[in-house]
Structure formats: C-alpha cells, structure tokens
C-alpha cells in the first residue's frame, strides 16, 4: 500500500519562498515517477511538475515554469517542491502523486497515488 504525506505548507508573504516535502512508505519509492498539483478554490486540481524515476528528467508547468523545481531524494523516499517568487494566486492546497508506471504524466488520471494535501497560502 503506498502512502504519501506531505508538508511544508503554511502562510507566506508574495514574494516568499517554501518548500514542500512528500515521503512515501509501503513501497519501493524509485520505482515510482512523482508529481506535484495544487488545487485553488472553486478549481480543478492544476499539474504542476512531475519527475522520473531517478530524478534525471523533469516535465513543469508553464504557469510555475522558473519559480517552481521539483526534486527528489531516492535515499530518502521524499520528493520536494521548491517554491520561489511566490504570489496570491498560487493560494491552494498542494498534492504530490505517484506513478508505478513511471511516466511524466501531466494529467491527474495519470497518477494512481495520493497524498492528503497540504495548504498553501500566500498574502498580498
């Protein structure tokens, strides 16, 4: 059974910076590609960046591009979202989600595996 946690979230100021943290248990995490997606009030539930198996290869939103990097420690069962030059709208609660079959997926039917979320809040 694979389980995710994650955190890190919490209240920033724009401008801020935070960084998110997702480990996983119940199973072998470098066999899984990992993806990061928030989901704002009222919204779907948006792709953010994902990650492969080693951590070698990246897929990012356009929206994050260059503000957001995704990384992942193999030794450590975690992958993280760094998150720079942070603004109101990226106000939302983040997830991270697993994929056995190791793609880049940017859809969240890609991914079978959840965590529980964590909030994000940025003030203006």
């Known amino acids: 059974q694979v389980q995710l946690v994650e955190s890190g979230g919490g209240l920033v100021q724009a401008g801020g910076s935070l960084r998110l943290s997702c480990t996983m248990s119940?199973?072998?995490?470098?066999?899984?590609?990992m993806g990061w997606f928030r989901q704002g009030p009222g919204n779907e539930r948006d792709f953010i960046a994902s990650?492969?198996?080693?951590?070698?290869?990246?897929n990012n939103a356009d929206a994050v591009r260059g503000r957001f990097t995704i990384s992942r420690d193999n030794t450590k069962n975690t992958v993280y979202l760094q998150m720079n030059s942070l603004q109101p709208e990226d106000t939302a609660v983040y997830y991270c989600?697993?994929?056995?079959?190791?793609?880049?997926?940017?859809?969240?039917?890609?991914?079978?595996?959840w965590g529980q979320g964590t909030q994000v809040t940025v003030s203006s």
């Open positions: 989600a697993a994929d056995r079959l190791g793609r880049l997926g940017v859809s969240s039917k890609d991914y079978p595996y």
């Open positions: 119940g199973r072998t995490f470098s066999m899984y590609s």
């Open positions: 990650i492969s198996r080693s951590g070698g290869s990246t």
